[in-house]
C-alpha cells in the first residue's frame, strides 16, 4: 500500500465525516427554522460554510533531475539562456550534487561574460564529478578557457586542458584546440601549430569543429607572419562557408 494511496483513504474518510456532521447540522437548523429571521439565518449559514474548510492540493514537480537538465541544455542551444538558468536550478533543487547542473550553469555565465561565477560553477562540477570521470575532460576544458579569456593564469589553462586530454582522449580534438590557443597566447608557436594540426587531424567531419580549429590556426599564422600557410587556413575556411 504505497504513501500516495494511503494519503487518498485518509482524505476520503475525512470528507465523509464532514458531511455526516452537516447533514446533522442541517437537520438541527430545519427543527428550528421558524425561530430566525432571514438575515440571521444568512450570517449563520455563512459561518458553517467557511468553518467547513477548504481542500489545498499542492502539485509536485512532475520532472526528474535528468529532464529538467536535458531541457536546461535544449534552451541553452538554442539560445534561451534565462530559461535554461532556470532549468539548471530546478534540477539542483532536486539534487544538489548533480554534475551537470552545474556545469550547465558554468556554461550560462560563461555566455554571460560572467567568468567569475563561470569559475566556481565548473569547480562545483568537478568536485561532484569521481576523479577519473570522463566527462570531468569537459569541465575542464571549460575552465581552461575561462582562465585563457580571464587573462588568468595561462600555464594553470595549459594544465587543464591536459588534463582534459588525459580523462577523455576520445574528444582530443577540443582538448588539443583549447591547448593551441594556450599556447598561441603563451608565444609557444611551434607548440600550438603541433596542437592545432593534431586537433585538425583527430576532428570528426564536423563543420563546426573545423571551422573552430582552422580559425584557431588563421589566428597563429597572423601572428606569426606565415603567408603561404595562412592563404592555405583561409582557403579552406571558405570553403567551409566561413
Given at each position: 500500500?504505497?504513501?500516495?494511496?494511503?494519503?487518498?483513504?485518509?482524505?476520503?474518510?475525512?470528507?465523509?465525516?464532514?458531511?455526516?456532521?452537516?447533514?446533522?447540522?442541517?437537520?438541527?437548523?430545519?427543527?428550528g427554522l421558524?425561530n430566525?429571521?432571514?438575515?440571521?439565518?444568512?450570517?449563520?449559514?455563512?459561518?458553517?460554510w467557511?468553518?467547513a474548510?477548504?481542500?489545498?492540493?499542492?502539485?509536485k514537480?512532475?520532472?526528474?533531475?535528468?529532464?529538467?537538465?536535458?531541457?536546461?541544455?535544449?534552451?541553452?542551444?538554442?539560445?534561451?539562456?534565462e530559461?535554461?538558468?532556470?532549468?539548471y536550478?530546478?534540477g539542483?533543487?532536486?539534487?544538489?550534487t548533480?554534475?551537470?547542473?552545474?556545469?550547465?550553469?558554468?556554461?550560462?555565465?560563461?555566455?554571460k561574460?560572467?567568468?567569475?561565477?563561470?569559475?566556481?560553477?565548473?569547480?562545483?562540477a568537478?568536485?561532484?564529478?569521481?576523479?577519473?570521470?570522463?566527462?570531468?575532460?569537459?569541465?575542464?576544458?571549460?575552465?581552461s578557457?575561462?582562465?585563457?579569456?580571464?587573462?588568468?593564469?595561462?600555464?594553470?589553462?595549459?594544465?587543464?586542458?591536459?588534463?582534459?586530454?588525459?580523462?577523455d582522449?576520445?574528444?582530443?580534438?577540443?582538448?588539443?584546440?583549447?591547448?593551441?590557443?594556450?599556447?598561441?597566447?603563451?608565444?609557444?608557436?611551434?607548440?600550438?601549430?603541433?596542437a592545432?594540426?593534431?586537433?585538425?587531424?583527430?576532428?570528426?567531419?564536423?563543420?563546426?569543429?573545423?571551422?573552430?580549429?582552422?580559425?584557431?590556426?588563421?589566428?597563429l599564422?597572423?601572428?606569426?607572419?606565415?603567408?603561404?600557410?595562412?592563404?592555405?587556413v583561409?582557403?579552406?575556411l571558405?570553403?567551409?562557408?566561413?
Amino acid at each position: 500500500m504505497g504513501k500516495d494511496w494511503i494519503w487518498h483513504y485518509i482524505n476520503c474518510a475525512r470528507r465523509e465525516m464532514m458531511y455526516k456532521n452537516r447533514m446533522r447540522m442541517g437537520l438541527r437548523l430545519k427543527s428550528g427554522l421558524r425561530n430566525f429571521s432571514t438575515s440571521t439565518l444568512a450570517c449563520l449559514f455563512s459561518i458553517l460554510w467557511g468553518c467547513a474548510g477548504h481542500q489545498i492540493i499542492i502539485t509536485k514537480d512532475p520532472l526528474s533531475v535528468e529532464e529538467h537538465i536535458k531541457l536546461g541544455q535544449a534552451y541553452e542551444i538554442k539560445g534561451e539562456l534565462e530559461l535554461a538558468l532556470q532549468e539548471y536550478e530546478k534540477g539542483l533543487e532536486k539534487d544538489n550534487t548533480n554534475c551537470m547542473g552545474y556545469f550547465g550553469i558554468g556554461n550560462i555565465y560563461y555566455k554571460k561574460g560572467n567568468l567569475s561565477d563561470a569559475e566556481t560553477f565548473y569547480k562545483k562540477a568537478i568536485e561532484y564529478t569521481d576523479a577519473d570521470d570522463p566527462r570531468n575532460g569537459l569541465f575542464y576544458n571549460n575552465l581552461s578557457w575561462v582562465y585563457i579569456e580571464g587573462n588568468k593564469d595561462l600555464k594553470q589553462a595549459e594544465t587543464f586542458a591536459q588534463r582534459a586530454l588525459s580523462l577523455d582522449p576520445s574528444m582530443s580534438f577540443v582538448y588539443l584546440d583549447t591547448l593551441g590557443v594556450v599556447y598561441t597566447r603563451l608565444n609557444e608557436f611551434e607548440k600550438a601549430e603541433e596542437a592545432l594540426l593534431s586537433a585538425l587531424k583527430n576532428a570528426p567531419d564536423d563543420k563546426d569543429a573545423l571551422i573552430q580549429i582552422n580559425t584557431h590556426l588563421f589566428e597563429l599564422y597572423e601572428i606569426t607572419g606565415n603567408r603561404n600557410k595562412l592563404n592555405e587556413v583561409s582557403q579552406r575556411l571558405q570553403g567551409l562557408g566561413k
